[in-house]
């Protein structure tokens, strides 16, 4: 830092520390003006320009520094000046003031903040120079962010100061109005009659009141501005088109319809989407018919000698098959027909921000008008670049379904949820299977201890789990397939007849107008949306897994939902999406599910959190099931019975988790769980046996001695703690 840098630092930090030491603080109240109103109101009478200048000075001299007190002189010049005067001189002291601060920020630390971030702050400083005075904007009129922040926060951008001073001038001019006129009602208050009074209730209303305004009229300019370059047709066709007939447009077309507004649903593919014709249908289908499999070599555990499985692959797949096909009619064309949707088979193309091209399954083009558009496009497996992938060949999640003979050795790409369900599946049917992860365990997401005992599972049922590992290339050697791996700086191969890829899923977010229309797609490739899941368009929405961030079948209803009442009905009311107990479950054996935090999650979030477990080994119903594996992990606030987070891993742990879903919606806490009747023998026994190792471990130690000795002294003995007064064993750990 140069010595000019230095000085100017010192003087800062010399005057502010002043101000607080010297207590000047006390002077920047209603409380202090109100006791010395008169005797300023004199003087002012007596000396105007003197008084607007001193005030004009202060004003400056509060912002320029940074410091408390802007927003009670805003009032205090209504109150001495007046609405006009007072607007002019608040108005033109901010504006300085806050471009004296901007420029010391600049001047002391934006040259090293640029130096130190400047890579990482392109994308900003190219936002700022495109439309920074746009966002200034915005942050003027609406104070989300304290004055004094954004003042210091642009100072450290390339924004132009002449750009600053202006926009400012111009973005608080309404704020400073509704201020300095509610300063102007402070001051005709002489009794608390006057408080009463329906100008400064209208003043207060109007300063309550007043972001909400400001929010519309930026809503307002920026739609404006999106919508600028494109004619708005006068009438339209329909009220909502949805693109996209899996889990979240069907969701969307049937609430649309069923508050009878007039709706087209456009599917490209087979209705129903991914979950029901490559995702979540076939694949618990195909889950069942190994787990059968699974438990009849398992049969002698049950006390069965002999339960010896004939099977053919292709008549598992053809179950598979039917099970679609028997789900099929919920999400048919006929089914959404019937319940008033206008269904077209046909690809959809967004040509405006309200009209809609249809190339129809027949070949006949179409296009159509509409108030709102969803985009429910959903996402397709990522097929990572590896050399030589595409030679060697490999299914995917949209493609292992027309598989009818079991490959005898598969190697699976990807340690998720998809690469873990169908790897135990090909194991169980008797396939070699070779896991391969690039992280360091499968199931990446959940806490290390869950991870692992679906590991110890898989390694169990012969799967070759290898994590740590890279796939580098494919190869055709010999004529045998062949994967070339790296596991810590080891290279090694991997014969296999089926390659498996399932890296993961990315929305699809091409090739039907996104582009032409100019809407942003985030950082994980999925469509940007906001908390009312609209696009930049405020008319155009999505929602599924297009829109992420998460990428479940129920979170795609959850957010079509939104989307939907959100597109039909947003002026009269907009819904956030509420992301706060989103749950999730992967179906392997030992099943995993969640919600809310787990250990891994709170710690990188630095919130608080106590454990308590509770072992299946224990539980009666999973004894007598054979299922007497896994644990109900849940996080709660220390001290406190509120839930933050459970993991079930165990047989239907997708099932059981749902009492503590719903605890954590309806803030409901462990002791309530425990104070309900659980049916005996089930497995959701579980959720209670949990809350009941909390509520021990956190039992009134004290209390209960003094409650052991009233015992005592009823039976006539001494009133000491005996032997027989078993400490409560601590089942729960406390961790920060
Ligand atoms: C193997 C597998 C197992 C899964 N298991 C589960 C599970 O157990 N539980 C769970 O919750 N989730 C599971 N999922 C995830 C779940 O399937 C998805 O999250 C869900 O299907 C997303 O629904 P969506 O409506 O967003 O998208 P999709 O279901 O992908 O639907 C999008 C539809 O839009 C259509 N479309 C796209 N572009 C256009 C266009 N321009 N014009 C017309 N139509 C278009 C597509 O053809 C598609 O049918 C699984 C996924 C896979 C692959």
Same mark, same amino acid.
């Given at each position: 830092?140069?010595? @000019?840098?230095?000085?100017?630092?010192?003087?800062?930090?010399?005057?502010?520390?002043?101000?607080?030491?010297?207590?000047?603080?006390?002077? %920047?109240?209603?409380?202090?003006?109100?006791?010395?109103?008169?005797?300023?109101?004199?003087?002012?009478?007596? &000396?105007?320009?003197?008084?607007?200048?001193?005030?004009?000075?202060?004003?400056?001299?509060?912002?320029?520094?940074?410091?408390?007190?802007?927003?009670?002189?805003?009032?205090?010049?209504?109150?001495?000046?007046?609405?006009?005067?007072?607007?002019?001189?608040?108005?033109?002291?901010?504006?300085?003031?806050?471009?004296?601060?901007?420029?010391?920020?600049?001047?002391?630390?934006? *040259?090293?903040?640029?130096?130190?971030?400047?890579?990482?702050?392109?994308?900003?400083?190219?936002?700022?120079?495109?439309?920074?005075?746009?966002?200034?904007?915005?942050?003027?009129?609406?104070?989300? %962010?304290?004055?004094?922040?954004?003042?210091?926060?642009?100072?450290?951008?390339?924004?132009?100061?002449?750009? %600053?001073?202006?926009?400012?001038?111009?973005?608080?001019?309404?704020?400073?109005?509704?201020?300095?006129?509610?300063?102007?009602?402070?001051?005709?208050?002489?009794?608390?009659?006057?408080?009463?009074?329906?100008?400064?209730?209208?003043?207060?209303?109007?300063? =309550?009141?007043?972001?909400?305004?400001?929010?519309?009229?930026?809503?307002?300019?920026?739609?404006?501005?999106?919508?600028?370059?494109?004619?708005?047709?006068?009438? %339209?066709?329909?009220?909502?088109?949805?693109?996209?007939?899996?889990?979240?447009?069907?969701?969307?077309?049937?609430?649309?319809?069923?508050?009878?507004?007039?709706?087209? /649903?456009?599917?490209?593919?087979?209705?129903?989407?991914?979950?029901?014709?490559?995702?979540?249908?076939?694949?618990?289908?195909?889950?069942?018919?190994?787990?059968? /499999?699974?438990?009849?070599?398992?049969?002698?555990?049950?006390?069965?000698?002999?339960?010896?499985?004939?099977?053919?692959?292709?008549?598992?797949?053809?179950?598979? *098959?039917?099970?679609?096909?028997?789900?099929?009619? &919920?999400?048919?064309?006929?089914?959404?027909?019937?319940?008033?949707?206008?269904?077209?088979?046909?690809?959809?193309?967004?040509?405006?921000?309200?009209?809609?091209?249809?190339?129809?399954?027949?070949?006949?083009?179409?296009?159509?008008?509409?108030?709102?558009?969803?985009?429910?496009?959903?996402?397709?497996?990522?097929?990572?670049?590896?050399?030589?992938?595409?030679?060697?060949?490999?299914? $995917?999640?949209?493609?292992?379904?027309?598989?009818?003979?079991?490959?005898?050795?598969?190697?699976?790409?990807?340690?998720?949820?998809?690469?873990?369900?169908?790897?135990?599946?090909?194991?169980?049917?008797?396939?070699?299977?070779?896991?391969?992860?690039?992280?360091?365990?499968?199931?990446?997401?959940?806490?290390?201890?869950?991870?692992?005992?679906?590991?110890?599972?898989?390694?169990?049922?012969?799967?070759?789990?290898?994590?740590?590992?890279?796939? @580098?290339?494919?190869?055709?050697?010999?004529?045998?397939?062949?994967?070339?791996?790296?596991?810590?700086?080891?290279?090694?191969?991997?014969?296999?007849?089926?390659?498996?890829?399932?890296?993961?899923?990315?929305?699809?977010?091409?090739?039907?107008?996104?582009?032409?229309?100019?809407?942003?797609?985030?950082?994980?490739?999925?469509?940007?949306?906001?908390?009312?899941?609209?696009?930049?368009?405020?008319?155009?929405?999505?929602? =599924?897994?297009?829109?992420?961030?998460?990428?479940?079948?129920?979170?795609?209803?959850?957010?079509?939902?939104?989307?939907?009442?959100?597109?039909?009905?947003?002026?009269?009311?907009?819904?956030?999406?509420?992301?706060?107990?989103?749950?999730?479950?992967?179906?392997?054996?030992?099943?995993?599910?969640?919600?809310?935090?787990?250990?891994?999650?709170?710690?990188? @979030?630095?919130?608080?959190?106590?454990?308590?477990?509770?072992?299946?080994?224990?539980?009666?119903?999973?004894?007598?099931?054979?299922?007497?594996?896994?644990?109900?992990?849940? /996080? $709660?606030?220390?001290?406190?019975?509120?839930?933050? =987070?459970?993991?079930?891993?165990?047989?239907?742990?997708?099932?059981?988790?749902?009492?503590?879903?719903?605890?954590?919606?309806?803030?409901?806490?462990?002791?309530?769980?425990?104070?309900?009747?659980?049916?005996?023998?089930?497995?959701?026994?579980?959720?209670?046996?949990?809350?009941?190792?909390?509520?021990?471990?956190?039992?009134?130690?004290?209390?209960?001695?003094?409650?052991?000795?009233?015992?005592?002294?009823?039976?006539?003995?001494?009133?000491?703690?005996?032997?027989?007064?078993?400490?409560?064993?601590?089942?729960?750990?406390?961790?920060?």
């Amino acid at each position: 830092m140069t010595k @000019k840098r230095i000085v100017l630092l010192a003087v800062i930090a010399a005057l502010v520390a002043a101000f607080f030491a010297f207590d000047l603080e006390h002077y %920047f109240s209603l409380e202090y003006f109100k006791h010395q109103q008169a005797t300023i109101n004199a003087y002012f009478q007596s &000396h105007p320009v003197q008084t607007a200048g001193i005030f004009f000075a202060i004003y400056v001299a509060v912002t320029g520094l940074s410091l408390p007190g802007a927003a009670i002189m805003t009032l205090v010049g209504g109150a001495i000046f007046g609405v006009l005067w007072g607007t002019v001189i608040v108005s033109f002291a901010s504006s300085i003031g806050a471009t004296l601060a901007f420029l010391a920020s600049r001047f002391l630390f934006r *040259d090293a903040i640029q130096r130190k971030f400047g890579d990482k702050l392109t994308a900003i400083n190219r936002g700022v120079e495109k439309e920074g005075a746009f966002y200034l904007f915005a942050l003027r009129l609406v104070p989300a %962010f304290p004055f004094f922040v954004i003042n210091l926060v642009m100072g450290l951008t390339p924004m132009k100061t002449r750009t %600053f001073y202006w926009v400012s001038q111009i973005g608080m001019l309404a704020g400073t109005l509704v201020y300095v006129n509610a300063g102007t009602q402070i001051a005709q208050v002489s009794s608390p009659a006057g408080l009463a009074s329906p100008a400064l209730i209208g003043s207060f209303v109007l300063l =309550g009141i007043f972001p909400l305004i400001a929010k519309k009229i930026l809503e307002v300019t920026k739609a404006r501005k999106i919508y600028s370059k494109w004619h708005k047709p006068a009438r %339209f066709d329909r009220n909502l088109i949805v693109i996209g007939a899996g889990s979240a447009g069907l969701v969307s077309a049937y609430i649309a319809a069923a508050v009878k507004a007039k709706v087209t /649903l456009i599917e490209q593919h087979k209705m129903g989407g991914d979950c029901l014709n490559f995702g979540c249908v076939p694949s618990k289908a195909l889950i069942r018919s190994a787990k059968l /499999l699974s438990q009849m070599r398992r049969s002698r555990e049950w006390g069965i000698k002999s339960a010896s499985p004939n099977f053919e692959f292709r008549d598992v797949m053809e179950r598979v *098959d039917r099970v679609i096909k028997s789900v099929a009619p &919920h999400d048919s064309v006929e089914r959404y027909t019937e319940l008033g949707v206008d269904v077209v088979q046909g690809e959809a193309k967004i040509v405006s921000p309200w009209s809609i091209e249809i190339k129809r399954s027949d070949g006949a083009k179409q296009v159509l008008t509409t108030r709102s558009i969803i985009i429910a496009a959903g996402s397709s497996p990522l097929v990572p670049p590896i050399p030589g992938i595409d030679e060697v060949g490999y299914l $995917t999640s949209d493609t292992v379904w027309d598989l009818r003979e079991l490959p005898r050795r598969v190697a699976i790409l990807g340690g998720g949820p998809i690469g873990c369900e169908l790897a135990q599946c090909f194991a169980r049917f008797g396939s070699q299977v070779t896991q391969v992860e690039m992280l360091p365990r499968l199931m990446l997401w959940e806490d290390p201890e869950i991870s692992e005992m679906v590991a110890k599972r898989f390694h169990a049922e012969g799967i070759d789990v290898r994590v740590n590992t890279k796939a @580098k290339a494919f190869r055709i050697e010999r004529g045998e397939k062949v994967m070339v791996a790296d596991q810590n700086g080891e290279e090694f191969r991997i014969p296999f007849d089926m390659l498996l890829c399932a890296v993961g899923r990315v929305a699809r977010t091409k090739a039907y107008g996104l582009e032409n229309l100019g809407i942003p797609i985030t950082h994980q490739r999925t469509v940007e949306v906001n908390e009312y899941m609209q696009t930049i368009y405020p008319n155009i929405y999505a929602c =599924g897994d297009v829109a992420g961030p998460y990428q479940f079948t129920h979170t795609a209803a959850h957010t079509a939902w939104y989307a939907a009442v959100n597109a039909l009905f947003s002026r009269f009311r907009k819904f956030k999406v509420d992301y706060s107990v989103i749950p999730w479950a992967t179906f392997t054996e030992p099943e995993v599910a969640r919600v809310g935090l787990n250990e891994i999650e709170a710690k990188a @979030k630095g919130v608080p959190y106590e454990i308590t477990t509770y072992g299946l080994d224990d539980l009666d119903r999973a004894i007598a099931d054979g299922a007497a594996e896994g644990i109900v992990k849940v /996080l $709660t606030v220390p001290g406190k019975d509120k839930i933050l =987070g459970v993991t079930i891993v165990g047989e239907h742990a997708g099932d059981l988790i749902i009492e503590y879903i719903t605890a954590m919606k309806y803030g409901i806490g462990l002791n309530k769980i425990l104070g309900t009747i659980h049916i005996y023998p089930t497995l959701v026994e579980a959720n209670k046996y949990a809350a009941g190792n909390w509520k021990r471990a956190h039992a009134p130690q004290g209390l209960l001695r003094w409650i052991e000795r009233y015992h005592a002294w009823m039976r006539g003995g001494n009133s000491g703690a005996s032997a027989a007064g078993e400490a409560p064993r601590p089942a729960a750990g406390r961790h920060a």
